[in-house]
């Protein structure tokens, strides 16, 4: 199951960077050229195990933002009804001007305005012949 918190992600991303510059040492004691230290198959996969959680993280920020929108968005209607309610107790509003105020919306056409195609009537069963 995968990590929701930004905490565990932060600390799996400095776990990664911290083998990344193991590995990288370890290479550059053996003498190997940065070349080949760059085309290494486990320093790759650790960084791109990084740039996973890094788009974890961005992932798990952008959800964090979205919870505190909607969440700020339903407060405010909240507020919006409880002041409207409080309004209608009090005498201010009245239920029948507000109804009025809406028009009704004008029913759809069906169809969407097109003529009927010529032939796509009722159609005639085929004769069967012997």
Do not use: H, W, Y
């Not at 932060?10 to 590995?23: G, H, L, T, V, Y």
């Not at 009704?104 to 097109?114: D, H, I, L, S, V």
């Amino acid at each position: 199951m995968p990590s929701e918190t930004i905490e565990t992600r932060n600390e799996q991303k400095a776990r990664f960077i911290q083998q990344s510059e193991a590995r990288t040492a370890f290479l550059k004691e053996k003498g190997i050229p940065e070349q080949k230290i760059e085309k290494d198959p486990l320093l790759r996969s650790i960084k791109a195990r990084i740039k996973q959680v890094d788009a974890a993280i961005a992932r798990i920020g952008f959800l964090d933002d979205q919870t505190k929108k909607l969440k700020e968005r339903k407060e405010q209607r909240l507020a919006e009804k409880e002041a409207e309610r409080v309004a209608l107790m009090k005498g201010e509003i009245k239920k029948s001007k507000k109804k009025a105020e809406e028009a009704p919306p004008e029913p759809k056409k069906k169809g969407g305005g097109k003529a009927p195609a010529a032939g796509k009537g009722k159609q005639e069963p085929k004769k069967k012949s012997k």
